[in-house]
């Protein structure tokens, strides 16, 4: 300790902590540890100048655990605490998150279970506030929220390129044992097997529902719990996504929502597990969406018809190679370009939707070490881990149980006149979405939010060079499609839509899902459902 500092108790409160441990590897060497409310400070106790002091922002800390030295002659304990940072890529420009330990040796006393008790306060001092400390967007209040105490997560083992197993053992399990997150590892053995699963779940029994797959599993779940008898209180059931397929949208838009720089693949799955470790939950947007066949949808993220829709569905033959399939079957749409015929007409955001009331604040689980939260119900101490008496219950439509589409009227019924109707019928495409990104590098609509209770509206009219299509493709990776000045491109805010094919060909695609072919009308429902994000 340097002359002209003051001294410091050992292991006593300034600010927060501080402490004096060894190194774990070698007994000489000690290190001073201060634990403020936002960082956690280490450096080297040396009588040397100019002693390197690392500051770690609790900010991307997961969390931290204690536990008694491996050797039973050894009397210490130790707590190793689980960062996550940004820094930069060691093979190409920008940054990521990478991790980062710490581990501290505590030998106090010779008493083993005096210093395990010293390194659980510690551990438990460093989780506390961690919590304290998730990230924060510029200019978005998040609700105050708990990690997820128990959590259900449905892997679909074939999608992408057939890798998403091995991708959770190797990059989100370990993540998940850091941040001491329980969880239950669901595989889909069929397709809908997620929604006939979380239809007839208990609920209660799970505190947040994960999605490791593409965007088509989180179709499934989603539906499966609108088609619940109790799909009012279902649908409150935090989400969260976790990529594992070729396109990955609702993954990339989660990540951009929380302000982090551009990330793809195993850095974009890193990303998506540190946001579910930190457990903030946000509000998100639905679009119920009615078939000519009198079926009725829940989409979390696009409906296409067209270019975008065949290059979607057609491109499945290609899901080995994962995400460049959507490459590959661009480029073999584009060589027999297609037009298609049909009406579209919509409901214009006129103003900011009205927005449901927010619910109160995620509360904590008895099972985890978080703070006691005045707003929790000790009576849904099973249910959620959030209250609901705020939030705004939808109306119902009484045949369906689901909420009614108010704004919609029946498909053969014609539409009110403060419905615009688009002149031209000749298409290459339309494409309603209502999240950030269409794929992990299609950056579709750069201001678009998780709730910001509007679907954007794009399409493009005939006469569309196939240059000037690829073009507007190209620019979208970095979001820059509607500063292309292309006259065929249109882009509207919207509150719903109708679409009414002519082609007697096509394909309607709902979350990449292929639907009925036919007409089909659209309503967002802002903030339905919710998210877990940052």
């Known amino acids: 300790m340097e002359k002209d500092e003051p ?36 450096q080297r106790i040396s009588s040397s100048p100019g002693r390197t002091k690392v500051v770690f922002n609790l900010a991307d800390c997961v969390g931290c655990r204690a536990q ?4 039973s002659a050894d009397a210490g304990a130790y707590f190793r605490a689980y960062f996550y940072p940004f820094k930069r890529r060691w093979m190409s420009a920008g940054v990521a998150r990478q991790r980062l ?15 395990l008790r010293e390194a659980e306060r ?4 460093i989780r506390d506030a961690a919590v304290l400390q998730a990230p924060r967007r510029d200019g978005v209040t998040l609700w105050e929220v708990r990690r997820p105490c ?6 679909n083992p074939h999608s992408g390129r057939g890798q998403a197993l091995q991708l959770f053992t190797g990059h989100v399990q370990g993540m998940l044992n850091e941040a001491d997150v329980p969880y239950s590892l669901v595989i889909t053995e069929h397709q809908n097997h997620a929604r006939e699963l979380v239809k007839k779940a208990d609920l209660s029994q799970w505190d947040a529902l994960v999605i490791m797959s593409g965007d088509g599993l989180l179709f499934e779940v989603v539906n499966g ?4 008898d109790d799909w009012q209180e279902a649908i409150q059931t935090p989400l969260g996504i976790l990529p594992g397929g070729s396109g990955n949208a609702l993954a990339a838009s989660v990540h951009h929502y929380s302000q982090s720089p551009p990330a ?31 079926q009725r949808l829940f989409s979390f993220l696009s409906l296409a018809w067209g270019f975008v829709a065949d290059v979607d569905i057609e491109s499945e033959k290609y899901r ?6 959507f490459l590959m079957g661009t480029l073999v749409r584009l060589a027999t370009l297609r037009v298609y015929r049909g009406r579209l007409a919509y409901l214009p955001v006129t103003e900011r939707p009205d927005l449901p009331s927010r619910p109160k604040p995620y509360s904590p689980c008895s099972s985890l070490p978080c703070r006691p939260d005045p707003d929790y119900a000790p009576n849904r101490a099973n249910r959620n881990c959030v209250s609901n008496s705020s939030a705004k219950r939808p109306e119902s439509d009484g045949k369906t149980r689901a909420p009614a589409d108010s704004l919609l009227p029946g498909l053969d019924q014609p539409l009110p006149d403060s419905w615009t109707v688009v002149e031209e019928e000749d298409f290459v495409l339309v494409l309603a979405i209502y999240q950030s990104h269409l794929a992990e590098d299609l950056w579709a609509v750069p201001g678009a939010l998780a709730d910001d209770g509007v679907i954007h509206l794009f399409y493009v009219t005939a006469g569309i060079s196939r240059p000037a299509l690829l073009r507007l493709f190209l620019a979208m990776e970095k979001g820059a499609h509607l500063a292309c000045g292309c006259p065929h491109l249109v882009y509207q805010k919207v509150r719903a839509l109708r679409l009414e094919p002519l082609s007697r060909e096509g394909v309607i695609a709902v979350d990449g899902e292929t639907v009925h072919y036919g007409p089909v009308q659209a309503q967002i429902h802002p903030g339905l459902a919710r998210l877990i994000s940052g």
């Not at 600010?15 to 000489?28: A, V």
């Open 7 to 42: 001294p410091r108790p050992r292991n006593g409160l300034v600010g927060m902590l501080y402490g004096e441990f060894t190194d774990t590897l070698d007994d000489k060497v000690r290190y001073s540890v201060s634990l403020t409310e936002g960082a956690l400070t280490v």
């Open 68 to 71: 008694r030295a491996q050797d």
């Open 101 to 115: 330990e710490q581990c501290f040796r505590v030998a106090l006393v010779q008493d083993a279970a005096a210093n």
């Open 122 to 125: 510690w551990a438990r001092a």
């Open 150 to 155: 128990r959590v259900m997560i449905l892997v």
């Open 225 to 228: 719990l609108m088609e619940r």
């Open 264 to 294: 793809w693949n195993e850095e974009l799955l890193l990303s998506c597990s540190f946001l579910l470790c930190k457990g903030q939950v946000g509000s998100l947007d639905l679009v119920s969406v009615q078939l000519a066949s009198k």
């Open 320 to 325: 080995h190679v994962g995400a460049v399939r």
